[in-house]
């Protein structure tokens, strides 16, 4: 089973920081990589697919990279609704999936 | 624009069953494919399993192989999960999401989301 590690697995920030969130891979995906945000009481919403292509209508301050085994996400210019828990996810085993063990953003 | 909406949250016994559906709205499911995923209270999100049409059978995480059924109802547009013998630590919100494809069958995505169902596992 290809597992996901996170890190960190929690970070403290302020609005208009640039935040960096790091996703790892036991064995290489490919860029076989999503991203999602989740709020409490919330849906998870689809942020990023395939490493690095944005989602319709998802604000550019988002943006992903990496490749093989490592992958970041990264917030450009937080902002208020931003403060949540980010969750990676591979699907290079397709139809089997996994979810990384999330990173949650605080209000520093 | 397809939406998904789910049924209602569910208290249950230990032991018992719980089937949560997800219909499509504003949309069809025809060749559609839906996952279900669960987050319990302070924990994760979890991949439980899906139906993929491109594949035979509906696929399962190894922890919910004899315990999961998941169906999918093309004549009403509605996805099935059925949990077994539950446990107090299946409390959790259910989410039902479609799995969407890029050019590769590997490139998978979940979107849109179902708002999730809050099941409730106690004696």
């Known amino acids: 089973d290809i597992q996901m590690t996170q890190s960190p697995s929690s970070l403290s920030a302020s609005v208009g920081d640039r935040v960096t969130i790091t996703c790892r891979a036991s064995?290489?995906?490919?860029?076989?990589l999503n991203w999602y945000r989740k709020k409490p009481g919330k849906a998870p919403e689809l942020l990023i697919y395939?490493?690095?292509t944005l989602q319709s209508g998802v604000p550019p301050r988002f943006s992903g990279s990496g490749s093989g085994t490592d992958f970041t996400l990264t917030i450009s210019s937080l902002q208020p609704e931003d403060f949540a828990t980010y969750f990676c996810?591979?699907?290079?085993?397709?139809?089997?999936?996994?979810f990384g063990p999330g990173t949650k953003v605080d209000i520093k | 624009q397809v939406h998904l909406v789910q049924s209602g949250a569910e208290v249950k016994k230990p032991g018992s069953s719980v089937r949560v559906s997800c219909k499509a709205s504003?949309?069809?499911?025809?060749?559609?494919?839906i996952a279900w995923v669960r987050q319990a209270p302070g924990q994760g999100l979890e991949w439980m399993g899906g139906?993929?049409?491109?594949?035979?059978?509906?696929h399962y995480a190894q922890r919910f192989q004899g315990r999961l059924t998941i169906i999918a109802d093309e004549a009403t547009s509605t996805a099935y999960m059925e949990l077994n013998t539950l446990r107090s630590d299946d409390t959790a919100v259910y989410y039902c999401?479609?799995?969407?494809?890029?050019?590769?069958?590997?490139?998978?995505?979940?979107?849109?989301w179902g708002p999730g169902t809050q099941v409730t596992v106690s004696s």
């Open positions: 999401a479609g799995v969407r494809f890029g050019e590769l069958l590997r490139e998978n995505w979940f979107d849109p």
């Open positions: 504003g949309g069809t499911f025809s060749n559609s494919s």
């Open positions: 139906i993929i049409p491109i594949f035979d059978t509906p």
């Open positions: 064995q290489s995906i490919n860029n076989f």
């Open positions: 395939s490493t690095s």
């Open positions: 996810q591979q699907t290079f085993s397709s139809p089997l999936f996994t």
